[in-house]
C-alpha cells in the first residue's frame, strides 16, 4: 500500500494532541479569575453605598410600578444611569414572599452599551444580593453585573 | 533490467523521507511557535491577575479600614504608620483622611500600602465624574479599578490604578 495510512495509533494521536489544545484553550480563557471578583465586590459595595445614602428607599418613597412607569423620580434610578459604560447592572427587588416588588437597570437598547442580550451570550454574569428592612418589611435586593 | 527497478524504488524511499521530514518539521515550527505564544499569554495574564487582585486588596483596605492608628492621619511622624484607610466607616469616606493622603509623600505612600515594584494613581470623582482629589502619579496605569462610595452623603466613584514601578 503506498502513500499515508490512517492507523489506529496515528488516531489515537490525533485525538489526545486534539484534547490538549482545547484543554489548554480552554484553561487559557479562564485565567481572568480577578474580573469576577471585582465585579462582586463592585457589586456589593454599591449596594452599601446605595443603602447608606438613601439611594434604596425607594420603599417610603412609594416607587411602585404603576402601568409600566414609576411615578416618582427615584435616586437608585439616578445612581444606575450615572454608573461607568463598562459595568452594566440590573436590579430587581422584591417582597420577602419572592414577589416582585421594583426593577431598575442601565440597559440601553440603543446603544452597543450593556445590551441585555450580552447577559445571555456567554458574558461573564455575577449576581450580588442584600437584604434590607424598611417599615418592618424585609426586601431582599438582587444586583446582575457584567462588562459590557 | 530487474536491478535498475530495485534502485528506483530506493529513490521513492528518499523522495518520501524528504517529504515526511518536512512535513514533521513544519509540525515542530508549529509546535514551537505555539507553545511560545501561549507561554506569552499565560506570564501577561498572570501579572494582569497579580496587579488585580494587589488592586483588589487595596480598594479594600482604602474604603474599609480605617488604618492603623485609627487616626494615623493625626500622627506627625509617617513612620508610625503601618495602614491606610481612607474612612470613618465602611463605604463612607472621610475628608480628613483623603486630605492626609493626597499630602502623603508619594514614596512613603507607596511603602505604607506594600507597593514594592508598583507605582500607584489614584482618583476620586463625584456623581457628575469631575475629579474631587487625586493621589500618586498618572503614568499610564497598567490596570485600573474603580469603586462606588460615599462623600458626605454623596454617591462617589473611587478609581485605583497600578503600574510597574521599580
Not at chain 1, 463598562?86 to 437597570?105: E, L, V
Amino acid at each position: 500500500m503506498s502513500g499515508f495510512t490512517i492507523t489506529l495509533d496515528a488516531v489515537l494521536a490525533l485525538t489526545i494532541a486534539g484534547l490538549l489544545v482545547a484543554s489548554t484553550a480552554k484553561l487559557l480563557s479562564e485565567t481572568d479569575i480577578g474580573q469576577d471578583e471585582q465585579l462582586v465586590k463592585y457589586g456589593y459595595d454599591f449596594l452599601a453605598a446605595a443603602e447608606k445614602s438613601d439611594a434604596l428607599d425607594i420603599v417610603s418613597q412609594g416607587c411602585y410600578k404603576v402601568n409600566e412607569t414609576y411615578p416618582c423620580t427615584e435616586r437608585f434610578r439616578e445612581l444606575i444611569d450615572r454608573l461607568p459604560l463598562s459595568i452594566c447592572i440590573n436590579t430587581t427587588m422584591r417582597f420577602q414572599d419572592g414577589t416582585f416588588y421594583y426593577h431598575a437597570d442601565n440597559v440601553k437598547y440603543a446603544t452597543n452599551k450593556c445590551r441585555e442580550s450580552d447577559a445571555f451570550a456567554g458574558v461573564s454574569v455575577v449576581s450580588v444580593s442584600r437584604v434590607i428592612t424598611r417599615d418592618g418589611m424585609v426586601f431582599p435586593v438582587t444586583l446582575r453585573l457584567w462588562y459590557g | 533490467m530487474s536491478k535498475m527497478c530495485s534502485d528506483k524504488k530506493g529513490q521513492l524511499t528518499t523522495l518520501d523521507l524528504i517529504v515526511s521530514s518536512m512535513i514533521f518539521l513544519s509540525i515542530v515550527v508549529m509546535f514551537i511557535w505555539s507553545w511560545g505564544e501561549a507561554n506569552a499569554v499565560v506570564m501577561g495574564t498572570e501579572q494582569m491577575n497579580d496587579y488585580r487582585h494587589k488592586a483588589i486588596d487595596l480598594l479594600d483596605i482604602l474604603l474599609k479600614t480605617r488604618g492603623m492608628p485609627e487616626h494615623w492621619e493625626d500622627s506627625d511622624n509617617l513612620t508610625n504608620v503601618s495602614s491606610i484607610g481612607l474612612v470613618s466607616e465602611p463605604g463612607v469616606l472621610d475628608r480628613g483622611k483623603l486630605r492626609a493622603f493626597e499630602q502623603m509623600p508619594y514614596q512613603e505612600a507607596r511603602r505604607v500600602l506594600g507597593l514594592t515594584h508598583e507605582g500607584y494613581y489614584m482618583e476620586l470623582l463625584n456623581e457628575r465624574n469631575r475629579t474631587l482629589y487625586t493621589f500618586g502619579r498618572d503614568s499610564g496605569e497598567f490596570i485600573t479599578l474603580e469603586r462606588p462610595a460615599l462623600l458626605d452623603g454623596d454617591f462617589v466613584t473611587f478609581k485605583l490604578g497600578l503600574f510597574e514601578e521599580g
